[in-house]
């Protein structure tokens, strides 16, 4: 096996692994767990934002998800869906997911890109942006979540 190569088996127990970070991110959002949400980084992760803000480092990353998410889910829900999963290495792949949110307001559609890397058994957050998708996918209205400045 080449270093970008990985057998069907090996695959699909990544991919459920990789789900299980997708499903613990739903989990940590909705319940407004600053912790469980943290806990899924790297030490030296990148996060985008949807507005756009840029975090370096698990400290920052902290430092804005313990501003922003007690009480930012207030009326709102959001559920995540994996879409696609490439593998670069093995051990390193690029993850596309769906997210809705359901707010108040409407409801807004965001589609971040996660790349993750496997260390001591466990899939994490190393490099990720978010982003909304565009207004037609949304639905009609304003954007509640990406055209806020989140």
């Known amino acids: 096996m080449s270093g970008t190569e990985i057998d069907a088996r090996a695959r699909e127990t990544e991919i459920d692994a990789i789900k299980q970070v997708v499903a613990v991110v739903e989990h940590a959002q909705n319940n407004e767990l600053p912790d469980e949400f943290l806990g899924?980084?790297?030490?030296?992760?990148?996060?985008?934002?949807?507005?756009?803000?840029r975090l370096y480092g698990l400290e920052e990353i902290a430092a804005f998800t313990r501003q922003v998410l007690p009480g930012g889910m207030k009326?709102?829900?959001?559920?995540?869906?994996?879409?696609?999963?490439?593998?670069?290495?093995?051990?390193?792949?690029?993850?596309?997911?769906?997210?809705?949110?359901?707010?108040?307001?409407?409801?807004d559609v965001g589609t971040?890109?996660?790349?993750?890397a496997k260390e001591d058994g466990r899939w994490r957050l190393?490099?990720?942006?978010?982003?909304?998708?565009?207004d037609d996918e949304a639905g009609p209205g304003n954007r509640p979540i990406f055209g806020s400045g989140e």
């Not at 999963?85 to 359901?102: G, M, W």
């Not at 971040?112 to 993750?116: I, Q, S, T």
């Open 40 to 53: 899924l980084f790297r030490s030296d992760a990148i996060w985008t934002t949807g507005a756009g803000k």
């Open 75 to 107: 009326g709102t829900t959001v559920t995540f869906e994996l879409e696609h999963v490439l593998f670069i290495r093995p051990d390193v792949a690029a993850v596309k997911v769906r997210q809705l949110y359901q707010t108040p307001d409407g409801r």
């Open 112 to 116: 971040p890109l996660w790349v993750m």
């Open 126 to 134: 190393t490099a990720c942006q978010n982003m909304g998708v565009p």
